[in-house]
């Protein structure tokens, strides 16, 4: 018994030592589906911390991040982007606010 503990404890001290993969650092690109009937394209960057947003109709937005809790959120002159549980709230300059849902 004591033997097959200090086995287990062995696997387990070696599996510590494996490097980890690093996590992905490259822009991540996603879709929502607007309650106004529109579509949201959004590529997130994390260096830098931004959200580019591309709706038909609009000129495209480059949106620095903001704090924001354990979500999302990202504003600048009157836009934003942000994030509440499953939910996308967009709001843009001269657009009225609409809630978007992530197309999968």
């Known amino acids: 018994m004591r033997a097959a503990a200090l086995l287990a404890a062995a696997f387990t001290l070696a599996a510590c030592q494996t490097p980890c993969p690093s996590p992905s ?5 996603t879709t929502f589906r607007c309650e106004d009937g529109s579509d949201l394209h959004v590529t997130f960057t994390s260096s830098p911390d931004t959200a580019a947003v ?23 002159d009157g836009a934003e982007l942000q994030r509440r549980g499953g939910i996308v709230r967009w709001t843009r300059p001269g657009a009225a606010e609409t809630l978007c849902r992530r197309v999968q």
Do not use: C, H, W
């Not at 709706?55 to 809790?69: D, H, K, M, N, W």
């Open 54 to 76: 591309v709706q038909e109709g609009f000129a495209p937005i480059s949106l620095p991040s903001r704090i924001s809790g354990s979500s999302y959120r990202y504003a600048a």
């Open 25 to 29: 650092t490259g822009p991540v690109t």
